[in-house]
Nanobody, 119 residues
Framework: QVQLVESGGGLVQAGGSLRLSCAASDSSYVMGWFRQAPGKERDFVAA????????IYTDSVKGRFTISRDNAKNTVYLQMNSLKPEDTAVYYC???????????????WGQGTQVTVSS
């Protein structure tokens, strides 16, 4: 399994920005970001293939969030702009063999980082 460690979460006002980072022990896989709000399912946010040439996003973050990766540093990023209160959640980094938004195809997970957006 790949070891994943997220960082960069915090408290921000609506309209603000945060950048999440995920350090991986092995960057040879598809990387994704998911989020889970209290009492809700863990939902897909964004994914990036190994080369960084393909990305996918859930509709609610398109145009506001950007996923990227630096394989030399074994790190994937999630730049989050124009944050909204509904973006409040624990954000998880994940890795897997398939470029997909389907949670079950990701087999390694980080511990999560809290993002709170105040109105």
């Amino acid at each position: 399994q790949v070891q994943l460690v997220e960082s960069g979460g915090g408290l921000v006002q609506a309209g603000g920005s945060l950048r999440l980072s995920c350090a991986a022990s092995d960057s040879s896989y598809v990387m994704g970001w998911f989020r889970q709000a209290p009492g809700k399912e863990r939902d897909f946010v964004a994914a990036i293939n190994w080369s960084g040439g393909r990305t996918i996003y859930t509709d609610s973050v398109k145009g506001r969030f950007t996923i990227s990766r630096d394989n030399a540093k074994n790190t994937v990023y999630l730049q989050m702009n124009s944050l909204k209160p509904e973006d409040t959640a624990v954000y998880y980094c994940a890795s897997g063999p398939m470029f997909t938004s389907t949670r079950s195809y990701y087999d390694s997970w980080g511990q999560g980082t809290q993002v709170t957006v105040s109105s």
